[in-house]
Protein backbone atom coordinates (compact mmCIF):
# COMPACT_ATOMS: atom_id res chain seq x y z
CA UNK A 1 0.00 0.00 0.00
CA UNK A 2 2.77 2.27 0.97
CA UNK A 3 4.19 1.59 -2.56
CA UNK A 4 0.90 2.71 -4.12
CA UNK A 5 0.86 6.13 -1.72
CA UNK A 6 3.84 7.18 -3.12
CA UNK A 7 3.69 6.60 -6.76
CA UNK A 8 0.17 8.16 -6.72
CA UNK A 9 1.93 11.04 -4.97
CA UNK A 10 3.76 12.69 -7.87
CA UNK A 11 0.33 12.83 -9.65
CA UNK A 12 -1.58 14.98 -6.52
CA UNK A 13 -3.37 11.81 -6.11
CA UNK A 14 -4.43 10.68 -2.51
CA UNK A 15 -5.00 7.13 -1.70
CA UNK A 16 -7.47 6.36 0.90
CA UNK A 17 -8.35 2.64 1.91
CA UNK A 18 -11.68 1.82 2.03
CA UNK A 19 -13.21 0.39 5.53
CA UNK A 20 -14.78 -2.62 5.71
CA UNK A 21 -18.37 -3.37 6.97
CA UNK A 22 -19.22 -5.92 8.74
CA UNK A 23 -21.66 -8.60 8.00
CA UNK A 24 -23.84 -7.88 10.83
CA UNK A 25 -24.20 -4.51 10.11
CA UNK A 26 -25.52 -5.30 6.07
CA UNK A 27 -28.39 -8.37 8.16
CA UNK A 28 -29.61 -5.69 10.04
CA UNK A 29 -29.89 -3.59 7.74
CA UNK A 30 -32.05 -5.53 5.35
CA UNK A 31 -33.80 -6.86 8.29
CA UNK A 32 -35.00 -3.46 8.90
CA UNK A 33 -36.48 -3.17 5.56
CA UNK A 34 -38.29 -6.66 5.47
CA UNK A 35 -41.47 -6.75 3.37
CA UNK A 36 -44.90 -6.94 5.06
CA UNK A 37 -46.72 -9.21 2.70
CA UNK A 38 -43.80 -11.53 2.34
CA UNK A 39 -45.05 -15.36 1.22
CA UNK A 40 -42.26 -17.54 1.16
CA UNK A 41 -40.96 -19.77 -1.53
CA UNK A 42 -42.94 -22.86 -2.63
CA UNK A 43 -40.15 -25.45 -2.85
CA UNK A 44 -42.87 -28.54 -3.55
CA UNK A 45 -42.07 -29.56 -6.92
CA UNK A 46 -44.98 -31.18 -8.78
CA UNK A 47 -43.49 -33.83 -11.27
CA UNK A 48 -41.84 -36.27 -8.51
CA UNK A 49 -41.09 -38.34 -11.43
CA UNK A 50 -38.94 -35.66 -13.05
CA UNK A 51 -35.23 -35.67 -12.03
CA UNK A 52 -34.16 -32.73 -12.87
CA UNK A 53 -34.38 -29.97 -15.97
CA UNK A 54 -31.80 -28.81 -18.00
CA UNK A 55 -31.52 -26.03 -20.73
CA UNK A 56 -29.86 -26.73 -23.75
CA UNK A 57 -28.01 -23.27 -25.57
CA UNK A 58 -27.95 -24.10 -28.93
CA UNK A 59 -24.76 -22.40 -29.97
CA UNK A 60 -24.97 -20.87 -33.83
CA UNK A 61 -22.53 -22.68 -36.00
CA UNK A 62 -20.73 -20.25 -38.70
CA UNK A 63 -20.21 -20.66 -42.50
CA UNK A 64 -17.96 -18.48 -44.53
CA UNK A 65 -18.34 -18.43 -48.55
CA UNK A 66 -16.68 -17.01 -51.26
CA UNK A 67 -16.88 -17.10 -55.51
CA UNK A 68 -14.65 -16.14 -58.31
CA UNK A 69 -15.50 -15.69 -61.86
CA UNK A 70 -12.47 -15.16 -63.97
CA UNK A 71 -10.44 -16.36 -67.31
CA UNK A 72 -9.13 -19.25 -65.08
CA UNK A 73 -12.60 -20.32 -64.38
CA UNK A 74 -15.83 -20.17 -62.02
CA UNK A 75 -14.78 -21.48 -58.34
CA UNK A 76 -17.11 -21.22 -55.49
CA UNK A 77 -16.30 -22.55 -51.48
CA UNK A 78 -17.69 -21.88 -48.19
CA UNK A 79 -16.54 -23.03 -44.74
CA UNK A 80 -18.81 -24.43 -41.85
CA UNK A 81 -17.51 -23.93 -38.34
CA UNK A 82 -19.06 -25.66 -35.89
CA UNK A 83 -19.51 -24.26 -32.37
CA UNK A 84 -16.73 -26.57 -31.16
CA UNK A 85 -13.99 -25.01 -33.53
CA UNK A 86 -14.39 -27.70 -36.26
CA UNK A 87 -14.16 -26.89 -40.15
CA UNK A 88 -15.75 -28.41 -43.06
CA UNK A 89 -14.41 -27.46 -46.40
CA UNK A 90 -16.55 -27.74 -49.76
CA UNK A 91 -15.05 -26.17 -52.59
CA UNK A 92 -17.11 -26.82 -56.22
CA UNK A 93 -15.63 -25.84 -60.03
CA UNK A 94 -18.69 -23.91 -61.46
CA UNK A 95 -18.76 -25.60 -65.40
CA UNK A 96 -20.69 -22.57 -66.80
CA UNK A 97 -20.51 -18.91 -67.26
CA UNK A 98 -21.37 -16.34 -64.86
CA UNK A 99 -20.73 -12.88 -63.46
CA UNK A 100 -18.78 -13.11 -59.94
CA UNK A 101 -22.00 -11.71 -58.04
CA UNK A 102 -23.48 -15.02 -59.64
CA UNK A 103 -20.42 -17.22 -58.34
CA UNK A 104 -20.94 -15.45 -54.75
CA UNK A 105 -24.76 -16.74 -54.37
CA UNK A 106 -23.44 -19.89 -55.90
CA UNK A 107 -21.17 -20.28 -52.93
CA UNK A 108 -23.43 -19.19 -50.23
CA UNK A 109 -26.09 -21.40 -51.47
CA UNK A 110 -23.89 -24.86 -51.78
CA UNK A 111 -23.17 -23.69 -48.05
CA UNK A 112 -26.41 -23.17 -46.70
CA UNK A 113 -27.51 -26.22 -48.66
CA UNK A 114 -25.04 -28.34 -46.84
CA UNK A 115 -25.70 -26.79 -43.28
CA UNK A 116 -29.34 -27.67 -44.44
CA UNK A 117 -28.07 -31.44 -44.95
CA UNK A 118 -26.36 -31.08 -41.43
CA UNK A 119 -28.97 -30.48 -39.40
CA UNK A 120 -27.88 -26.82 -38.02
CA UNK A 121 -30.86 -24.66 -37.57
CA UNK A 122 -28.92 -21.53 -36.21
CA UNK A 123 -26.08 -20.01 -38.79
CA UNK A 124 -24.30 -16.72 -38.95
CA UNK A 125 -23.35 -16.53 -42.19
CA UNK A 126 -20.31 -14.60 -43.57
CA UNK A 127 -19.46 -13.20 -47.23
CA UNK A 128 -16.71 -10.44 -48.59
CA UNK A 129 -19.45 -9.59 -51.50
CA UNK A 130 -21.22 -6.46 -50.13
CA UNK A 131 -23.59 -6.75 -52.78
CA UNK A 132 -24.94 -10.27 -51.96
CA UNK A 133 -24.94 -9.85 -48.30
CA UNK A 134 -27.36 -6.69 -48.39
CA UNK A 135 -29.74 -8.21 -50.99
CA UNK A 136 -29.74 -10.92 -48.58
CA UNK A 137 -30.06 -8.25 -45.45
CA UNK A 138 -32.95 -6.84 -47.58
CA UNK A 139 -30.94 -3.88 -47.35
CA UNK A 140 -30.87 -3.37 -50.85
CA UNK A 141 -32.72 -4.34 -54.23
CA UNK A 142 -31.92 -6.96 -56.59
CA UNK A 143 -32.33 -5.40 -60.16
CA UNK A 144 -30.34 -7.82 -61.78
CA UNK A 145 -32.14 -10.19 -63.44
CA UNK A 146 -29.63 -12.70 -63.38
CA UNK A 147 -29.50 -12.49 -59.46
CA UNK A 148 -33.15 -12.14 -58.72
CA UNK A 149 -33.32 -15.86 -58.92
CA UNK A 150 -30.41 -16.63 -56.78
CA UNK A 151 -31.89 -14.50 -54.36
CA UNK A 152 -34.88 -16.57 -54.79
CA UNK A 153 -33.23 -19.48 -53.69
CA UNK A 154 -31.54 -18.36 -50.51
CA UNK A 155 -34.72 -16.78 -49.49
CA UNK A 156 -36.45 -20.10 -49.36
CA UNK A 157 -33.76 -22.33 -47.72
CA UNK A 158 -34.33 -19.60 -45.31
CA UNK A 159 -37.63 -21.28 -43.53
CA UNK A 160 -35.08 -23.94 -42.43
CA UNK A 161 -33.26 -22.59 -39.88
CA UNK A 162 -34.32 -21.08 -36.49
CA UNK A 163 -32.25 -18.37 -36.97
CA UNK A 164 -29.92 -17.07 -39.82
CA UNK A 165 -27.80 -13.89 -40.31
CA UNK A 166 -25.91 -12.57 -42.78
CA UNK A 167 -22.93 -10.21 -42.03
CA UNK A 168 -19.95 -8.76 -44.38
CA UNK A 169 -16.52 -9.46 -43.63
CA UNK A 170 -13.69 -7.79 -45.00
CA UNK A 171 -12.04 -9.80 -47.84
CA UNK A 172 -8.88 -10.15 -46.12
CA UNK A 173 -10.69 -11.77 -43.42
CA UNK A 174 -13.02 -13.79 -45.48
Known amino acids: MARWQILLSEFDIVYVSQKAIKGS ?82 ACIIGIRVAIERGIRTLKVYGNSVLVIYQLRAKWETRDPKLINYRKVVLGLLKEFDDITFNYILRDEN
Open 25 to 106: VIAEFLASRALEDYEPLNFDFPNEELLYVVTIEERPWKMNFDGASNTVGNRIGAVLVSPNGDHYLFICKLDFDCTNNMAEYE
